[in-house]
T-cell receptor, first 113, second 112 residues
Framework: AQSVTQLGSHVSVSEGALVLLRCNYS??????LFWYVQYPNQGLQLLLKYTTGATLVKGINGFEAEFKKSETSFHLTKPSAHMSDAAEYFCAVSEGRDDKIIFGKGTRLHILP | DGGITQSPKYLFRKEGQNVTLSCEQNLNHDAMYWYRQDPGQGLRLIYYSQIVNDFQKGDIAEGYSVSREKKESFPLTVTSAQKNPTAFYLCASGSGQGAEAFFGQGTRLTVV
């Protein structure tokens, strides 16, 4: 069965610094991978997704992620943090065949002025 | 506008009562999902449905029930058997086959 591990329940970075949020997955077949963002008391919004093809995926708001099969990782990065990036971020995996989507426990990103 | 509508946004119930959370989508998606969110636990899958009149248990189905009589609707009932029902509940839909899920705004259920 597929699963997701997000390293670090809280991450703090200074405004303008690099953002790196870590995600490792487990899947018995080539996975579909997603990053979502959640603002307080709201639903989740898709940042980016990996299906097949190019392993470096670009998303909204300047975020990108790289699929590394050998490391079973899909880390999320942004070159320069902005105060508006403060939110909770979720990594998710799907094996596709049964439409099931499994989420990690989330990482809360804090931006320091 | 296309999207997913969850209602109500806030719901209060007394312990021992069943309660039904509504989820409607007009995106023509085949797959629909219910997740429960608790602080520090991420999103945990309760039930999901790939097609009308069919659904599967997720990781924490005990104490919950669903139906999928129409493509656009996937209501969740929180029964009195659910030991800790107070949580934030999120409904989502998607095209399936590895496609992303689109989320509603959530229902915060408080049981007193």
């Amino acid at each position: 069965a597929q699963s997701v591990t997000q390293l670090g329940s809280h991450v703090s970075v200074s405004e303008g610094a690099l953002v790196l949020l870590r995600c490792n997955y487990s899947s018995s077949v080539p996975p579909y991978l997603f990053w979502y963002v959640q603002y307080p008391n709201q639903g989740l919004q898709l940042l980016l997704k990996y299906t097949t093809g190019a392993t470096l995926v670009k998303g909204i708001n300047g975020f990108e992620a790289e699929f590394k099969k050998s490391e079973t990782s899909f880390h999320l990065t942004k070159p320069s943090a902005h105060m508006s990036d403060a939110a909770e971020y979720f990594c998710a995996v799907s094996e596709g065949r049964d439409d099931k989507i499994i989420f990690g426990k989330g990482t809360r990103l804090h931006i320091l002025p | 506008d296309g999207g997913i509508t969850q209602s109500p946004k806030y719901l209060f119930r007394k312990e021992g009562q069943n309660v039904t959370l509504s989820c409607e989508q007009n995106l023509n998606h085949d797959a629909m999902y219910w997740y429960r969110q608790d602080p520090g636990q991420g999103l945990r899958l309760i039930y999901y449905s790939q097609i009308v009149n069919d659904f599967q248990k997720g990781d924490i189905a005990e104490g919950y029930s669903v139906s999928r009589e129409k493509k656009e609707s996937f209501p969740l009932t929180v029964t009195s058997a659910q030991k800790n029902p107070t949580a934030f509940y999120l409904c989502a839909s998607g095209s399936g086959q590895g496609a992303e899920a689109f989320f509603g705004q959530g229902t915060r259920l408080t049981v007193v």
